[in-house]
């Protein structure tokens, strides 16, 4: 890591140090009493020189109530190559830290969406503080910006901050503005080889057409959970409305619209039986899952955990949406060391300081490779 990295490791070491008592980002709820982890502080982004990506701030100007979209433009790698896995993590793993590492733990049945109030209601996707909101507006703004829509749809938001204020959630889900952001920064900036979108479901199909077609430049092939190896830097999909639970169904449907949601994969863990996840507009923010997975003896692999499945018995994830669609990266494994190796880890390894919580938790040996 360059000096300019170290220099910056060591602020961020002392924004998530939790000595003295844990400390919680302002408009940010604690992770659920369920996993007694407390969310520490955001952690500032990278600089270029140890992760090279326009942050997504830079393409919007202005503040809520006046933004607007300035740089919609996304490089172009001339080829997918291994390295892209880790490049990917690099990415997604870094908007966790900066958005308050929160996390949703489906091996204990957490869910998506915020939970019941104690007093009834809905669950969903509440206001937020306005602090945080005015934070985040500038990132999310710029996730949209790379999305054919963006420019249409961060107007619109400025209509809502006017009338309610930085702390109103976005009119539009942003989960898929996220991903296609993250696959522009590291490269895939071409429509052919993503279709970046502001629905999920248009680049399930076109990772479902390249797998069925054998054509095209996509850079994404789609499988059920469990056909083939899931590695980090490839995205994990589920089923709202309609509740996919099979790519085949999904493929009945191909080209019409549907509520459903992916995740960049991040980690693979056999011994712990789970798959870690980064994905946007989780509990308004960005956020990382722990999907529940088991061995597959006959293809010795891991795949996702498949309610319903009558082989498995009686479900322990009651209420977890099923993978029904796993795209994987059309390159072969490379040195992805996923969220240990991390440029956002290995930063804070740096400095030889106790991780964040959420990540000591999740990193139990500690980060993988050099500082």
Not at 124 to 148: L, Q
Request: charged share 20%; net charge positive.
């Amino acid at each position: 890591m360059l000096s300019g990295g170290i220099v910056l490791a060591a602020a961020i070491a002392g924004a998530v140090h939790m000595a003295g008592g844990p400390m919680v980002t302002e408009g940010s709820a604690p992770l659920p009493p369920s996993q007694g982890i407390p969310r520490p502080s955001p952690t500032p982004r990278l600089p270029a020189d140890v992760l090279n990506i326009t942050p997504p701030s830079d393409r919007v100007s202005g503040v809520p109530g006046t933004m607007r979209v300035t740089r919609t433009t996304c490089p172009v790698k001339a080829a997918v190559t291994p390295d892209l896995r880790q490049h990917l993590v690099d990415i997604a793993v870094q908007e966790w830290a900066f958005f308050g590492y929160g996390m949703v733990d489906q091996t204990i049945g957490e869910r998506d969406e915020e939970p019941r109030p104690p007093s009834g209601g809905r669950r969903g996707r509440p206001r937020i503080a306005p602090e945080e909101g005015a934070r985040v507006a500038a990132s999310i703004g710029g996730y949209w910006a790379v999305t054919p829509e963006g420019a249409w749809i961060v107007d619109r938001q400025n209509e809502t901050w006017g009338g309610d204020g930085t702390g109103a959630r976005w009119n539009s889900p942003w989960s898929a503005a996220f991903i296609s952001w993250v696959m522009c920064e590291a490269g895939l900036g071409g429509p052919a080889v993503f279709q970046r979108a502001v629905a999920h479901h248009r680049y399930i199909d076109q990772a479902i057409r390249a797998r069925d077609t054998g054509a095209g430049q996509s850079a994404f092939l789609a499988y059920d959970g469990g056909e083939a190896e899931i590695l980090p830097g490839d995205l994990l999909c589920s089923g709202r409305r309609p509740a996919y639970r099979t790519l085949a169904e999904r493929r009945r449907q191909l080209g019409e619209g549907a509520s459903t949601h992916c995740d960049l994969v991040v980690s693979a863990d056999v011994e712990r039986q789970w798959f870690l996840a980064v994905g946007g507009n989780v509990r308004s923010a960005v956020t990382l899952k722990i999907i529940p997975a088991e061995w597959d003896a006959q293809r010795r692999r891991l795949r996702p955990f498949r309610p319903g499945d009558p082989r498995m018995g009686d479900n322990p994830y009651r209420g977890v949406r099923p993978i029904f669609a796993h795209l994987k990266l059309r390159t072969g494994a490379g040195d992805a060391g996923g969220l240990a190796s991390s440029a956002t880890v290995r930063a804070l390894a740096c400095v030889a300081m106790p991780l964040p919580q959420p990540l000591a938790r999740l990193l139990p040996e500690g980060p993988s490779g050099p500082c």
